[in-house]
Structures are given as C-alpha cells and as structure tokens.
C-alpha cells in the first residue's frame, strides 16, 4: 500500500519553485481542454497568459482588477494565520460598496466648481467602515454565542448581496435609469484620479504596495502580529503566555473587512461610479485563491493577486473571441489552487510503498481459574 510520510529535510528549492511548478502543471491541463473543446492550445493559453499583458492599456486593466483582489486577500492573510476562518471577504467587500455609495447619495452632487476627487477620502473611509461593521457581526457571533465563522461569513455574503438588490431595486433606483436596476452616477468629486490618462487606472491602485508593505510590517515586525500569528499556530502556547484569544478574533475579523469594503470603496469611486447589482465580479471570494497562492505573505500575495488577474480578464477575453464558456476561469482558478496545494504535499511528504505482511492467527487463551475464596468464607 501507498502511504505519505514526512520528509526529514524538505528541500526549500522546491517549495520556492512550487508556485511555478503548479502553474506550468495549470498551464498544461489547460491546452489539454483546448484540445477537448476544439481549439488552438497554443491560441488560448495566448489568450489566457499572453494578450492580458499586450500593451500600455491590457496592463492597467492587470493591475485595476489586481488591487480589490490584493487588498481582500491581505485581510484574509491576516485572519488565516490567526486562524480565524474568514470566508466572508466577499460580503464584506459588498458593504463597502453599499456605504460608500449611501454616503454619495446622502451628501448629493457637489457644488460646481469642486474639485475632482475632493470627495473621494469619505467614501473610502464610508467602505472602510461598512466592511469592518459586516465582518464585526461574524465576530460578534462567534465570541458570544460560539458560532461558526465559517458558516456566519459565508451566508452574510447572501445577505449582503440581498439587500444590494434592494437598494438599487427600489429606494435607490435612478428615475431616469429608463427602469434599469442602478443609481445615479455620482460626479467627479467623488472619482479617483486616474493615474495614466487614457486608462481606468486610477490613484486607489498606489494604496495595493502601500498596505503590501504595511502588512508585512504588522505581520512580522509588530507584537500585536506576533500574538496573532502564535495564536494561530498554537493555541494553547498563545493562552498560557496569556494572550487574548478575543483580542486576536476581532483583530483579525476587523482587519480583514475594513481591508475589504476599502476594496469595494475603490471600486466603487474608481472605474464604476454608480451602484448596480453587479458591482463585483467575486472578488472576495478569488481572494481566498489568491491567499493561499501566495502563501499568506503579503508579497506573495502581490504576485498571485497580479496572476489571477491575468486570469480573469483572459476568460473575459477567450469568451469573446474564442467562444469559450465564461465558466473557465473557474476551472483554472480552482486547478490552479488544487495543484498548488498537491505540490507543497509532495515537497513535504513523500510517497512509500509498504507491504502489508499477513497478520498470523494465535490460539485463544485459556481463562484463568477462579481465585480460591479466603479462608474463613462462605463457599
């Protein structure tokens, strides 16, 4: 029989080349798909890796798309290696959104003559918010009444994005949308600059390297990050050195949605400008993906935020030009992510072949005789 056993000194060679590994492996299921479904491997791999990157204009769509997913998954990093189960990035990502776009319905157009992006800092301090009251629900539940996180993460998503649908169904519908689910487009007051004319790109995409640097620094140069990262990896280590295993949940909780409504904040007052039910495209949820291919390392996490990216505009791209279903882009994701984690197994364990030896009958024993009663008792 085959069994894993763990590696005496595994080789970091390999796991520093594991990512690769797994997306040469993607990379190769891929073209093999293409063949199944009737097209050029080489075409749509060109597709997938090659065209996202052609030209000043592919590039800024990499990194518009790359941002949300970066700053979601720095949040889910941080609640990770806490281990805090946050599933809910995508949520949370939502009632960013929806606060940032109340508070431009809720302050109006700005007066004329106001500066473009004057206003811009309050919705993105209105996402932060949002995302840090929806992720402190799930915390609210699991330290009072020991709820799962898991669970109470993922079906607040459905809620948020219910009660998106309400909003831009009914009180907040443009009257002059000729009846389409959406609101009014706010002015420029409260658009994000944009950062190369010509492009979406906008000054929101600057705050990706920025808490890229801040997260390493909280990580693994703060003691609060300390507490967080013993917590995770030993529990019990963490609550005899009398570290508070609430402090790190709602640390952790709160970090991770501020994190991800400022994602929908930028979203929102950068390249949308107006809310409809579709403002995101799963984000917080890609960003569980695009945690664990960084290895919950704020630098990883750049990379892999950047790859998927790639990913996601190539589907767009291979549905448009190549007919292929829109559903693709899953399929690599989850290859992606699986192959991965098939890897850092094998760098860690190896497998051996055993060989089962028959187990040989023995005699039953006898039972042993009945003690004799003591002397002076009755028979």
Same mark, same amino acid.
Not at 168 to 184: E, L, R, S
């Given at each position: ?116 992006? /004057?206003?811009?800092? =309050? %919705? !993105?301090?209105? &996402?932060? *918010? #949002? ?5 402190? $629900?799930?915390?609210? +539940? ?106 790190? /949940?709602?640390?952790? =909780? %709160? !970090?991770?949605? &501020?994190? *991800? #409504? ?5 979203? $929102?007052?950068?390249? +949308? ?107």
């Amino acid at each position: 029989m085959l069994r894993l056993e763990p590696r005496a000194r595994p080789a970091r060679a390999l796991a520093l080349a594991s990512p690769l590994i797994a997306l040469a492996l993607t990379a190769l299921i891929a073209a093999l798909l293409f063949l199944m479904l009737g097209k050029d491997p080489v075409r749509g791999l060109a597709v997938f890796f090659v065209e996202p990157l052609n030209g000043l204009r592919g590039v800024s769509e990499v990194l518009l798309k790359a941002t949300p997913l970066i700053l979601c998954a720095l949040g889910l990093a941080v609640c990770y290696r806490a281990n805090v189960w946050n599933i809910g990035a995508e949520g949370q990502f939502l009632l960013g959104v929806i606060a940032a776009g109340g508070l431009a319905l809720a302050l109006g157009p700005a007066p004329e003559g106001t500066p473009a992006g /004057l206003r811009a800092p =309050l %919705l !993105l301090l209105a &996402g932060v *918010a #949002g995302g840090m009251a929806w992720a402190g $629900l799930t915390a609210l +539940l699991r330290d009072r009444f020991h709820a799962s996180e898991i669970l109470v993460s993922l079906m607040l998503v459905y809620v948020a994005q219910q009660l998106l649908n309400h909003l831009v169904f009914g009180p907040w519908k443009d009257p002059a949308g000729f009846n389409f689910p959406q609101t009014p487009s706010f002015d420029a007051a409260y658009a994000l600059p944009r950062l190369i004319p010509g492009t979406r790109l906008h000054v929101g995409f600057l705050l990706a390297p920025l808490l890229i640097g801040l997260a390493w620094l909280f990580l693994f140069r703060s003691w609060r990050g300390y507490q967080l990262q013993v917590g995770g990896l030993a529990p019990a280590a963490a609550r005899y050195a009398g570290f508070s295993s609430r402090g790190a /949940l709602w640390t952790a =909780l %709160l !970090l991770s949605g &501020g994190l *991800a #409504g400022l994602a929908g904040a930028l979203e $929102l007052a950068g390249p +949308l400008r107006q809310l409809t039910p579709h403002v995101s495209t799963g984000y917080g949820f890609t960003a569980i993906i695009v945690c664990f291919v960084g290895r919950l390392h704020p630098l990883g996490i750049g990379l892999a935020g950047v790859l998927l990216s790639m990913l996601t505009i190539g589907g767009e791209l291979a549905q448009s030009r190549l007919g292929l279903p829109n559903a693709l882009t899953g399929v690599f994701q989850g290859l992606l992510l699986v192959l991965l984690l098939a890897c850092d197994t094998f760098v860690q364990q190896r497998l051996r072949w055993v060989r089962r030896t028959a187990s040989r009958p023995t005699a039953p024993s006898s039972p042993a005789p009945a003690a004799a009663p003591a002397s002076g008792e009755a028979a």
